[in-house]
């Protein structure tokens, strides 16, 4: 991905800050638990702001207050950023928008192609409203975070290590659309060489205790 998680003044979080800084709101709280953490690369998740250097993050989907509200310093521009943070909605195309794969025409997907070009570690976290194909998606980003519906907060908390993602995937997520075409439609679980298997869900470090289950077929 280019410049390393370290190089852009991002560190992990260690393990006694992996907590909650005060009381959670109960909602928020359930929304942490959901979210699935489907890859980590170079341990680039939780992030950590380094103290007396700014980390400018380029945030698509997101507003420029909830990053300044985590200590970050939002920028319009991934070619001045240090780090990328994407809020991807499911992909939706073709006819009757039954398509579960990010085409080069969607903007979601054409953003995350120009933070590849930035060169910048960069973290998606993708809405999943149905299963979705994220292969295309995967390659292309250092970190990458599966929900169910969140708010803006919700996610920076478990992105800065505030709260740590505990879900586990509900479903198979498909690795190409010819595997979900063979899908047999009254057997469930049945997808050959899925990307991510029914269950799959890591963890940060501080909690490797807690690892979920699920086998993570490549």
Known sequence: MGATAAAAGVAAVPSAAVAATGPTPTPRRAQHRSMVLLQNLDGILPLKITSGS?????????????????????????????LAVLLLQTPRSGEHLADLDYKDTNADYQAVRAVQAAGIP??????????????????????????????EEALLDVLTGRACPEGRLPFDLPATPASVLAQQPDLPY???????????GLCYPSHRSSAKGGAHVP
């Open 54 to 82: 700014p980390t400018k993050v380029y945030g698509y989907g997101l507003s420029a207050a909830a990053l300044t509200a985590y200590g970050l310093t939002p920028v319009a521009d991934p070619a001045e950023a240090d």
């Open 122 to 151: 960069s973290i998606a976290a993708v809405q999943l409203d149905r299963p979705a194909i994220l292969t295309n998606i995967r390659d292309k980003v250092t970190g990458l975070v599966a929900h169910f519906g969140l708010s």
């Open 190 to 200: 049945d997808l050959e060489h899925p990307l991510y298997r029914h269950g799959f």
